[in-house]
Nanobody, 121 residues
Framework: QVQLVESGGGLVQPGGSLRLSCAASGSIFSILAMGWYRQAPGKERELVATITSGGTTNYADSVKGRFTISRDNAKNTVNLQMNSLKPEDTAVYYC???????????????WGQGTQVTVSS
């Protein structure tokens, strides 16, 4: 069984910063990529940022230059440093990992439970 556990959400004023962390645990053979998605009330879940095992990153246009994704392959963790936060960044943020549980397993996508980020004065 695989678990993704997020931490670091909360309430912050516009212009402030937050750092989200996600740790993957359980029966894990290889993680291809990890990332962050978010879902605001009444909206669909959207990609925020992803990072591959080789360090290639991808960001949504709305967060480029403000958010930075990083990863520790040895610890199976992924972080999201969020700076210059705006009210429109308010959402539940979900951690995501595409991983295989064994050498002969297919890669599957797993999700965390989500952490709330609220940007408000």
């Amino acid at each position: 069984q695989v678990q993704l556990v997020e931490s670091g959400g909360g309430l912050v004023q516009p212009g402030g910063s937050l750092r989200l962390s996600c740790a993957a645990s359980g029966s894990i053979f290889s993680i291809l990529a990890m990332g962050w998605y978010r879902q605001a009330p009444g909206k669909e879940r959207e990609l925020v940022a992803t990072i591959t095992s080789g360090g290639t990153t991808n960001y949504a246009d709305s967060v480029k230059g403000r958010f930075t994704i990083s990863r520790d392959n040895a610890k199976n963790t992924v972080n999201l440093q969020m700076n210059s936060l705006k009210p429109e960044d308010t959402a539940v943020y979900y951690c995501n990992a595409k991983l295989a549980q064994a050498s002969d397993s297919y890669y599957q996508v797993y999700w965390g439970q989500g952490t709330q980020v609220t940007v408000s004065s």
